[in-house]
């Protein structure tokens, strides 16, 4: 079965410091891995996606994520955080049935 | 913009009732999707259809139906709403391109039943 763990229910991080946010994947077959960023009272807005090719993806508002396929993990991370990057993130994987799973969750507390 | 309109935003209900959380979408996109998201557990899918009339069970599809007769439409039912329903509730349609098959949310539908 599909599933993915993020281990961190919060992370705290202060402005201009560099960011990670963890999370673990099991999954059959090819892994198709995604990052989700959601601010209060909204929906899930999509940051980036693993499909193939280089093992460092870059996404939207500067994120970028590594894969690493001999630890199943799909890192996020930011060089520099923003007191605006604070929000929940979650990390996704998809089945071959275009089913996607996500994680519970990690809460990113970015401050001045 | 994902073109996901849910309806109603927000819905207070008693126990017992019936609900139905409607989900519309502009793109024709083949797959659709209903998930419910609550503390501690992140996003667990309910229901999710690859097309008009196909429909499959997800993680936690027990006291919810779910009906696709258009495309554009993806209806999620509480047949006899519980207080354990309640819960935010987010549609979703995936692009269904392949490999690159990415999924896309709408702004979800707070439901409270006392």
């Known amino acids: 079965a599909q599933s993915v763990a993020q281990p961190e229910d919060q992370v705290n991080v202060a402005e201009g410091n560099p960011l990670t946010v963890k999370c673990t994947y099991s999954?059959?077959?090819?892994?198709?891995l995604f990052w989700y960023v959601q601010y209060p009272n909204r929906g899930l807005q999509f940051l980036l996606k693993y499909i193939t090719g280089d093992n460092l993806v870059k996404g939207s508002y500067g994120f970028e994520a590594e894969f690493n396929k001999s630890q199943t993990s799909f890192h996020l991370k930011k060089p520099s955080a923003l007191v605006s990057d604070s929000a929940l993130y979650f990390c996704?994987?998809?089945?071959?049935?275009?089913?996607?799973?996500f994680g519970s969750g990690t809460k990113l507390n970015v401050k001045p | 913009d994902a073109g996901i309109t849910q309806s109603p935003r927000h819905k207070v209900t008693e126990t017992g009732t019936p609900v139905t959380l409607r989900c519309h979408q502009t793109e024709n996109h083949r797959y659709m999707y209903w998930y419910r998201q609550d503390p501690g557990h992140g996003l667990r899918l309910i229901h999710y259809?690859?097309?008009?009339?196909?429909?499959d069970k997800g993680e936690v599809s027990d006291g919810y139906s779910v009906s696709r007769s258009k495309t554009e439409d993806f209806l999620l039912t509480l047949e006899s709403a519980t207080s354990s329903q309640t819960s935010v509730y987010f549609c979703?349609?995936?692009?269904?391109?392949?490999?690159?098959?990415?999924?896309?949310f709408g702004e979800g539908s707070w439901l409270t039943v006392v």
């Open positions: 999954v059959s077959g090819n892994p198709y």
């Open positions: 979703a349609i995936s692009t269904g391109q392949g490999a690159g098959n990415t999924i896309y």
């Open positions: 259809s690859y097309g008009v009339k196909d429909t």
């Open positions: 996704a994987v998809r089945d071959s049935l275009d089913k996607f799973y």
